[in-house]
């Protein structure tokens, strides 16, 4: 009963304006999660090695990997939401298990010694797929042994590590926002514009492989849900999206129409592409480039497969719902690009 009671009171103060530290503030997700929690009255601390860009919150300048970073971002801290993390296609394994395992072990250490009372790990689904379609599944348990590349890996090991440290003492739970994108979005977004007003963009497969994918604004709204009703969801995964599965085709078309850039009508075969991925992971070992490889054997397969998630407990356990979904979604960033070029931006809104 008392420990009950403890979640319970946990739960209820994650809404008077404590202290919560955002990690990996200077991310798209992650600044736009300190943007709100600033907008509903809590003080924010962030940790990340860039300043955070957000007005009005405190960056600690750092990684996860560097204990006096740590112990000076949890100091008098009430929540954390732990976004950061090392998010590639490729590279070193070693630094996927440094920053996203070991940095999460000692960020859980650290925040139980600090007395953090509700912590939520920003994880994702990539941490239970194991390559076959995904088609209506809830939250499976993360697998590292069978997760698809490095980042899905050791994404996988530490939200194991978060949900074990689960007590009631601190509440851990985990939320895996899927494909998140909007304006501003440095990843989805931009790469498909990128390479379709390049016509460098080819859809793998049919391009009738149906995703889930998540709006900035509903993610953002998802993984406060989660640590306002922290009594209910600690120790248990949530997968975050629309709940609108869409063919991916028709989801890039509607991203490069918002653009106005023609939408892609190339398609590769899934082993050319698979093939092609292999090669370019090759390349980026020998000779790391600037951006991200065009394509891995992880994209290609996540291209070409769907991936769609029962919503039905992350709505009851949360009490959230998606309010801007696919659709609006799509009209909300057509907007934003035309503001962008009407300012002269040249329809770049992720500068």
């Known amino acids: 009963m008392g420990d009950d009671r403890a979640l319970r009171q946990a739960g209820a103060d994650a809404v008077t304006g404590e202290t919560v530290l955002v990690t990996g503030a200077s991310g798209f997700l992650g600044g736009a999660v300190a943007a709100a929690l600033l907008r509903d009255g809590h003080r924010v601390r962030t940790l990340q090695r860039r300043p955070s860009g957000v007005p009005g919150a405190k960056d600690v300048l750092g990684t996860v990997t560097d204990p006096a970073a740590r112990v000076a971002a949890l100091s008098g801290a009430d929540a954390v939401v732990h976004l950061a993390a090392k ?56 697998e590292p042994t069978r997760a698809r590349g490095e980042y899905a890996r050791t994404k996988a090991a530490a939200e194991l590590l978060a949900l074990a440290a689960d007590s009631p003492a601190m509440a851990v739970t985990a939320v895996r926002p899927h494909l998140v994108w909007g304006p501003g979005d440095p990843q989805l977004v931009r790469r498909v514009v990128d390479r379709a007003s390049r016509r460098r963009l080819a859809l793998v497969g049919t391009g009738a492989a149906l995703i889930d994918t998540c709006y900035i604004d509903d993610a953002v709204e998802g993984i406060l849900a989660a640590l306002r009703r922290i009594e209910v969801a600690h120790g248990t995964a949530y997968v975050l999206t629309s709940g609108e599965p869409r ?48 394509m891995t054997r992880f994209l290609a397969e996540q291209l070409s497969t769907a991936h769609w998630f029962d919503q039905r407990r992350t709505h009851r356990d949360l009490d959230w719902h998606p309010a801007v979904g696919v659709s609006r979604g799509l009209e909300l960033l057509r907007d934003a690009y035309t503001r962008s070029a009407v300012a002269g931006g040249a329809g770049d809104l992720a500068q």
């Open 87 to 142: 998010v590639t296609f490729t590279g070193d394994p070693a630094e996927f298990a440094a920053v996203n395992v070991e940095g999460t072990r000692a960020l859980l250490a650290d925040a139980a010694t600090a007395g953090v009372r509700r912590f939520v790990f920003v994880s994702s689904p990539s941490v239970a797929h194991t390559g076959a379609s995904i088609m209506g599944d809830g939250a499976a348990p993360a």
């Open 247 to 294: 063919p991916i085709g028709e989801l890039f078309a509607g991203f490069c129409r918002a653009a106005g850039v023609a939408p892609p009508t190339l398609h590769v075969p899934v082993p050319v592409a698979s093939a092609v991925g292999a090669i370019a992971e090759r390349v980026w070992r020998i000779r790391p480039g600037e951006d991200e490889p065009p």
